[in-house]
T-cell receptor
Framework: DTAVSQTPKYLVTQMGNDKSIKCEQNLGHDTMYWYKQDSKKFLKIMFSYNNKELIINETVPNRFSPKSPDKAHLNLHINSLELGDSAVYFC???????????FGPGTRLTVL | AQSVTQLDSQVPVFEEAPVELRCNYSSSVSVYLFWYVQYPNQGLQLLLKYLSGSTLVKGINGFEAEFNKSQTSFHLRKPSVHISDTAEYFCAVSGQGAQKLVFGQGTRLTINP
């Protein structure tokens, strides 16, 4: 199926640990994004990459580091996890400047 | 910069009744507008979008929305809802050519039998 996929779907970890979330799209898009959805369901962009180059970096702690090995993949690494990092993280992709973003199923991160 | 206000946090309706979910936006530039739906414990699915052209936009599952530039609104409507429409609905805006979506707070649509 053509889609945006994320792994893992659920991630439960202890405070202070380091974890990664992976995202892949096979839609042929050139731009990928990470969004965070908090406990009140509010969605906010974190990062965006176009052809492996960072183009959006919102005010996000530098414990969060995105990496795009190629334009079909965008990973998110989080160091020294904190309780407040608990959220659902969504990956999305689009063609540059077409405006329409397609979302993955989300990764629910719980920090204990 | 853009912002979005969804005027109702919760909307309860009876099955087969019509529904309107309200969305207002603010922007100093021309915009693209979107509605996404999130079913419980699932990702975001695109319902419909306005990029240009006709201001009445039809989407999936019988939903439609009308872009009103003078009122800076993009309200979502469905003439007859089903139990399966129970979900969270998000309005989103981006500046034309911009890369990020700015989302509203979401409206929880609850369908009662």
């Amino acid at each position: 199926d053509t889609a945006v996929s994320q792994t893992p779907k659920y991630l439960v970890t202890q405070m202070g640990n380091d974890k990664s979330i992976k995202c892949e799209q096979n839609l042929g898009h050139d731009t990928m994004y990470w969004y965070k959805q908090d406990s009140k369901k509010f969605l906010k962009i974190m990062f965006s990459y176009n052809n492996k180059e960072l183009i959006i970096n919102e005010t996000v702690p530098n414990r969060f580091s995105p990496k795009s090995p190629d334009k079909a993949h965008l990973n998110l690494h989080i160091n020294s996890l904190e309780l407040g990092d608990s959220a659902v993280y969504f990956c999305a992709s689009s063609l540059l400047r077409t405006g329409t973003q397609y979302f993955g199923p989300g990764t629910r991160l719980t920090v204990l | 910069a853009q912002s979005v206000t969804q005027l109702d946090s919760q909307v309860p309706v009876f099955e087969e009744a019509p529904v309107e979910l309200r969305c207002n936006y603010s922007s100093s530039v021309s915009v693209y507008l979107f509605w996404y739906v999130q079913y419980p414990n699932q990702g975001l699915q695109l319902l419909l979008k306005y990029l240009s052209g006709s201001t009445l936009v039809k989407g999936i599952n019988g939903f439609e929305a009308e872009f009103n530039k003078s009122q800076t609104s993009f309200h979502l409507r469905k003439p007859s809802v089903h139990i399966s429409d129970t979900a969270e609905y998000f309005c989103a805006v981006s500046g034309q050519g911009a890369q990020k979506l700015v989302f509203g707070q979401g409206t929880r649509l609850t369908i009662n039998p």
